[in-house]
């Protein structure tokens, strides 16, 4: 299988700490995709161009992170990351979908910076999307994730990652209780680090 991604996405993140922990690592090949260029293959495969997209064995693309990792996990057997049904595997992508969400709108701060010149960004536009970033952190603060290496905590893993990486860690001191969960989930799935933009 191909999986396009790129070392600094949080989504390719998860879905590499994924792979890992199911012990598929060894049947993925990392191919990094440029999402801006159109002559990219990731666009053949994803009709919107975005990152991660799996390629099976068939062909067949599979996008987004979250339907990848359903899909690793349907392959690999059992519930390791996901329960199969029920509440639980509902507060489970609940779960992710809010770590995802704080991706999302950290990537959008961050496009915002590229995209525009600096006399052109839009205030009004990145206190928004910083606002869903803090409501999300003082929620995950106040509501911790397990620490077991579910698809929640590695996706909110990959969330706080993400902000290290782009906002320097600014996160951490608004939020002790939350970094000191960061650093057991670290030192419990070294695929965490192993997964690190370098």
């Given at each position: 299988m191909i999986l396009y991604s790129s070392p600094a996405s949080p989504f390719g993140r998860k879905v590499k700490i994924a792979a890992k922990l199911l012990g598929l690592w060894d049947r993925l090949t990392i191919v990094v995709a440029d999402t801006l260029d159109p002559a990219d293959p990731i666009r053949a495969q994803?009709?919107?161009?975005?990152?991660?997209?799996?390629?099976?064995?068939d062909g067949t693309g599979l996008y987004d992170s979250s339907v990848i990792v359903q899909y690793l996990?349907?392959?690999?057997?059992?519930?390791?990351?996901?329960p199969?049904?029920?509440?639980?595997?509902m507060m489970m992508l609940r779960a992710e979908?809010?770590?995802?969400?704080?991706?999302?709108?950290?990537?959008?701060?961050?496009?915002?910076?590229?995209?525009r010149d600096q006399d052109k960004i839009e205030p009004k536009w990145m206190t928004h999307q910083?606002?869903?970033?803090?409501?999300?952190?003082?929620?995950?603060e106040a509501n911790l994730p397990s620490e077991a290496p579910n698809l929640?905590?590695?996706a909110t893993a990959c969330a706080l990652g993400y902000l290290?990486?782009?906002?320097a860690g600014a996160w951490r001191a608004a939020h002790p209780k939350l970094a000191g969960w960061l650093s057991r989930f670290e030192a419990l799935v070294p695929a965490f680090e192993e997964t690190r933009a370098k």
């Open positions: 994803n009709p919107l161009g975005k990152i991660p997209t799996l390629v099976l064995e996990q349907e392959l690999a057997g059992g519930e390791a990351l996901i199969k049904s029920g509440v639980a595997r979908a809010l770590a995802d969400g704080i991706e999302d709108a950290s990537l959008l701060q961050v496009m915002e910076g590229r995209f910083a606002g869903k970033v803090e409501r999300g952190l003082t929620y995950l929640a905590a590695i290290d990486l782009r906002f």
